[in-house]
Each structure stands twice: as C-alpha cells, then as structure tokens.
C-alpha cells in the first residue's frame, strides 16, 4: 500500500524530555511537513522540507527540530524547550512540479506530556 | 497574505438533508483551494480541490463545491447528509504553485438520525 505511516499513535512524555515522531512515506514524493493540531483550531505549519538534507521553518517551529537524511524519511523533535507541546500532530507529504499539486496527511501522533 | 475564514464553527443537519459548509478566502494571488475532512483521531482526508478550472468542483462522497471569485467564496455542499459525514470539514488555501497550505479553523459537522 501507498501512503504515509506515522508512528507511534499515542505518546506520553514527561516534562523535560525530548521525543521524536517518526513519518514515512512511500509514495516518492519530494516535499514533507510537519503540523500541530490543538483543539478549535486549524492546522498549524511547524517545520518544511521540499528536499533531502534541506528544511525551513514553519510558523511555530520554536521548541522543535527536524531532520531529512532519507527522501522517506522526515522526523520531528519535541524538545523540553516547547512549553506547551500537548497535541495531535501530522505529517504530510506532496510531489513537487505541477500547479495541481496536493497534500497527503498521515494519521497523526497525539502528544501528552504527563 | 492567504486567509481563510470558515463561517461556521458547528452545522447541525439531520439525516436525509442538505449540508452547506460555509468558506471565505483571502488571497493576493490566483488561489489553489481545497476541502478536507478529518474522522476524529485520524488525519485528514481529501474531499476535493479547485486549481482555475471548473469552477464548480466535485469531490468524493457526493460533496462539491462552487469557487465564486466575485464573492471570494468556495462554499462546500452535499444534496444529503450521511450519519457518515459527521466529522471535522477546513477549508484551505494556497496560492497556486507554492506548497504552503493556510488552514481554516474548521466546522464541526453534526448529523442527526
């Protein structure tokens, strides 16, 4: 199956900590992003990348970081620098070069911190 | 700057009825426009998208929608609601060819038996 595949589903943290959401996609698509979802409210960009080892921030990138080692590939941080990182989280993914283009969402990762 | 205000923050139809979900955009270039529903805990689906063709878009699930340059408008609209369709609907914005998407802050869909 093609898609996007993030993981885990649920992920509780202590204050203090950093954690990594993982997204992969296999649909060979350049672009990747990262949004954070709190409720009431629309998606909100955190972090972009249109190519391996290249990335910009978003609106919100402070308290994370991400990496694009891979294609498939584009983690996001969560560090203990984020006061308030409680949230559901998604990754999509896009191919690049046509006017047509769309965004794939994956199923998102909700964040707690306990 | 790309804005995108949706009208509504909860509709409330019942079974059998029409839905129309309300959008307004804001945009200093040719827009790129889209629907799309997210079930909740699950990431968001596309219901469909407008990019200076048709200006009457249909989508999946038996939703379309009418891209009204003169209105800045893109109104979301289904003949008759599915217990099915309750979910969260935004409604986003690009400008066409950038990769930059601006979210709505979404409406609630609530169908009733």
């Known amino acids: 199956d093609g898609g996007i595949t993030q993981s885990p589903k649920y992920l509780f943290r202590k204050e203090g900590q950093n954690v990594t959401l993982s997204c992969e996609q296999n649909?060979?698509?350049?672009?990747m992003y990262w949004y954070r979802q709190d409720p009431g409210q629309g998606l909100r960009l955190i972090y972009y990348s249109q190519i391996v080892n290249d990335f910009q921030k978003g609106d919100i990138a402070e308290g994370y970081s991400v990496s694009r080692e891979k294609k498939e590939s584009f983690p996001l941080t969560v560090t203990s620098a984020q006061k308030n990182p409680t949230a559901f989280y998604l990754c999509?993914?896009?191919?690049?070069?046509?006017?047509?283009?769309?965004?794939?969402f994956g199923p998102g990762t909700r964040l707690t911190v306990l | 700057a790309q804005s995108v205000t949706q009208l509504d923050s909860h509709v409330s139809v019942s079974e059998g009825t029409p839905v129309l979900l309300r959008c307004n955009y804001s945009?200093?270039?040719?827009?790129?426009l889209f629907w799309y529903v997210q079930h909740p805990n699950k990431g968001l689906q596309l219901l469909l998208k407008?990019?200076?063709?048709?200006?009457l878009v249909k989508g999946i699930n038996g939703f379309e929608a009418e891209f009204k340059k003169s209105e800045t408008s893109f109104h979301l609209t289904k003949p008759s609601a599915h217990m099915s369709d309750a979910a969260e609907y935004f409604c986003?914005?690009?400008?066409?060819?950038?990769?930059?998407?601006?979210f709505g802050t979404g409406t609630r869909l609530l169908v009733s038996p």
């Open positions: 407008y990019t200076s063709a048709a200006t």
């Open positions: 945009s200093s270039y040719s827009p790129s």
């Open positions: 986003v914005v690009t400008p066409t060819g950038f990769q930059k998407l601006v």
């Open positions: 649909l060979n698509h350049d672009a």
């Open positions: 999509a993914s896009m191919g690049l070069g046509g006017i047509t283009d769309t965004q794939y």
